[in-house]
């Protein structure tokens, strides 16, 4: 059993920044990636950003130059930090693990809400 649990989320003035956690705990092995995904209401769960284990990243075109993903190996822990928010970066975000090699098993987090007001 695998347990993810974010935390950060919150109210935030269009232009500000915020910074969200991720940490993982229980039977964890072979990560190959960390990563944050967001819904917002109406919409499709999207990729924002991921850290692969050898510490690679993708971002989302929209938040690239923005978000900065980052982990912690030792502490099984994945941070965004979040800079210049839009109203559109309105959303849910899922934290996400993917571990195994065959096959991968995907585990999410609860997710936390960020609101970006204009």
């Known amino acids: 059993q695998v347990q993810l649990v974010e935390s950060g989320g919150g109210l935030v003035q269009a232009g500000g920044s915020l910074r969200l956690s991720c940490a993982a705990s229980?039977?964890?092995?072979?990560?190959?990636?960390m990563g944050w995904y967001r819904q917002a209401p109406g919409k499709q769960r999207e990729l924002v950003a991921v850290i692969t284990s050898g510490g690679s990243t993708k971002y989302a075109d929209s938040v690239k130059g923005r978000f900065t993903i980052s982990r912690d190996n030792a502490k099984n822990s994945v941070y965004l930090q979040m800079n210049s928010l839009k109203p559109e970066d309105t959303a849910v975000y899922y934290c996400n693990l993917n571990m195994g090699v065959m096959p991968r098993y995907d585990y999410w987090g609860q997710g936390t809400q960020v609101t970006v007001s204009s």
């Open positions: 229980g039977s964890i092995f072979s990560i190959n990636a």
